[in-house]
């Protein structure tokens, strides 16, 4: 069993950068592959951002270049630091756990948080 629970989100003027934070519970968080989805007011749940338990990475188009994520096992926590944010961006903020070799496929990740709210100001 894994809880999530993120934090960080806030209100942000476009250009500027916020540091999403999920912290995990469970003592095999180290084997789990992290996600970060985000959800947009009428808008469905997307992909955002994934690290492998190995710290392998990916990224949305639309955000690569501007988001990193990454992860402290020894801490338990993953980030999400999102610089050069756009009115765009705005929205849930999601982090995710699953066992599973994928990316954007929502239904395999086994666990989820409750969410931190982003909005960017144009």
């Known amino acids: 069993q894994v809880e999530l629970v993120e934090s960080g989100g806030g209100l942000v003027q476009a250009g500027g950068s916020l540091r999403l934070s999920c912290a995990a519970s469970g003592r095999t968080f180290s084997g789990y592959h992290m996600g970060w989805f985000r959800q947009a007011p009428g808008k469905e749940r997307e992909f955002v951002a994934h690290i492998r338990s190995g710290s392998n990475t990916y990224y949305a188009d639309s955000v690569k270049g501007r988001f990193t994520i990454s992860r402290d096992n020894a801490k338990n926590m993953v980030y999400l630091q999102m610089n050069s944010l756009k009115p765009e961006d705005t929205a849930v903020y999601y982090c995710?756990?699953?066992?599973?070799?994928?990316?954007?496929?929502?239904?395999?990740?086994?666990?989820w948080g409750q969410g931190t709210q982003v909005t960017v100001s144009s």
């Open positions: 995710a756990a699953t066992s599973h070799l994928v990316l954007y496929t929502q239904s395999l990740y086994e666990y």
